[in-house]
C-alpha cells in the first residue's frame, strides 16, 4: 500500500501534476471497479448516499486538478465516517 499513499501524498502537495493513471489506482483501491462505458470517464461508487460517485477523466495522460481536490476530500470522508484508513 506504500505506492497508494505515496500518491496520495503527492496528490496532497502538487494536485496539478497527477498522472491519470496514478488517479485511477488510487480509486480502484479505496472504492473498487469503476464503471465506464463507452466515454472518457471513469465513475465509482461511493458508500454514501448524497452523490454517491467519483467522476475522473484523463486529460492527455494528466487528472484533472478539481477532481484530485474531488477524490482527496472523498477519502477524507471515507477515513472520517467508514473507519476506513488512508
Known sequence: MSR???IIDEM????ANIRFTDLCK??????GKHRQRGSSH???KTPW??????NIQNNKGKAK?????QVLIALDKLE???DIKK
Do not use: S
Open 4 to 6: 497508494i499513499d505515496d
Open 12 to 15: 496532497k502537495t502538487n494536485p
Open 26 to 31: 488510487v480509486c480502484d483501491y479505496y472504492f
Open 42 to 44: 471513469r465513475i465509482y
Open 49 to 54: 448516499k448524497a452523490d454517491p460517485r467519483i
Open 65 to 69: 486538478v478539481y477532481q484530485v481536490k
Open 80 to 82: 472520517e465516517n467508514y
